[in-house]
C-alpha cells in the first residue's frame, strides 16, 4: 500500500516535536467511547498526534486545518472527547476540524469518516471515507497561496 501524501506535509503544532497520544489516554478514550479505535488511527495518533498541514489539506471541497492529539489542551484528543460530548455520547469520535470549527469525526463501529458542519438550518453531515487511511488517501495537499 502506498503512503498517503498527507504524511508528507504533516507539521508539530505549537513546538518542533509531534505530541503523539499515549497508551493512557487512548484507553481513558476507548473508556469514554465503550469503544476500541481502529488499528490504522491508533496507528496515526500514537506517531503524530495533535498535529497541521504545510499547505491546504483538501478533501473534496473541504479543508482539515488540523488533527486532534495528545499534547497542548486546544488540541488534545482526550479533550475534544469530553467538549464534543454528544459525538462521544452517539459513539463518534472528533478526529479533526477545519477552520470554521466545523468536525471531522470517526465512527470506530466502522471506521467509517464523516464531516459535520453547522449551518443556520441544522447540520449538515456527509460521509467521506470508510477509513482512516482511506480519508488519509483522499486528501490532497496544495501549497497556501
Same mark, same amino acid.
Given at each position: 500500500?502506498?503512503?498517503? =501524501? ?7 503544532? !505549537? @513546538?518542533? &516535536?509531534?505530541? %503523539?497520544?499515549? %497508551? +493512557? /489516554?487512548?484507553? /481513558?478514550? =476507548?473508556?469514554?467511547? #465503550?469503544?476500541?479505535? %481502529? ?6 495518533? &500514537?506517531?503524530? @498526534? ?7 489539506? *483538501? *478533501? !473534496?471541497?473541504?479543508?482539515? $486545518?488540523? $488533527?486532534? !492529539?495528545?499534547?497542548?489542551?486546544? !488540541?488534545?484528543?482526550?479533550? #475534544? ?16 476540524? +477545519? ?5 471531522? #469525526?470517526?465512527?470506530?463501529? &466502522?471506521?467509517?469518516?464523516? $464531516?459535520? #458542519? ?11 471515507? &470508510? ?7 483522499? *486528501? /490532497?495537499?496544495? %501549497?497556501?497561496?
Amino acid at each position: 500500500m502506498n503512503t498517503p =501524501e498527507i504524511l508528507k506535509h504533516l507539521r508539530p503544532i !505549537g @513546538g518542533t &516535536t509531534f505530541q %503523539p497520544v499515549q %497508551p +493512557d /489516554e487512548i484507553a /481513558e478514550i =476507548e473508556r469514554l467511547l #465503550a469503544k476500541k479505535l %481502529p488499528a490504522d488511527y491508533v496507528a496515526f495518533i &500514537t506517531k503524530y @498526534g495533535h498535529c497541521g498541514v504545510d499547505g491546504d489539506a *483538501i *478533501i !473534496g471541497d473541504l479543508l482539515v $486545518f488540523f $488533527f486532534y !492529539g495528545g499534547g497542548s489542551k486546544i !488540541g488534545s484528543l482526550l479533550n #475534544a472527547v469530553k467538549c464534543y460530548d454528544g459525538f462521544a455520547e452517539n459513539g463518534w469520535l472528533v478526529i479533526a476540524r +477545519d477552520l470554521l470549527g466545523n468536525l471531522f #469525526a470517526l465512527y470506530p463501529d &466502522t471506521g467509517e469518516i464523516w $464531516f459535520s #458542519a453547522f449551518t443556520p438550518q441544522g447540520p449538515v453531515n456527509l460521509e467521506l471515507a &470508510t477509513s482512516f487511511t482511506d480519508f488519509l488517501s483522499k *486528501i /490532497e495537499v496544495k %501549497p497556501i497561496e
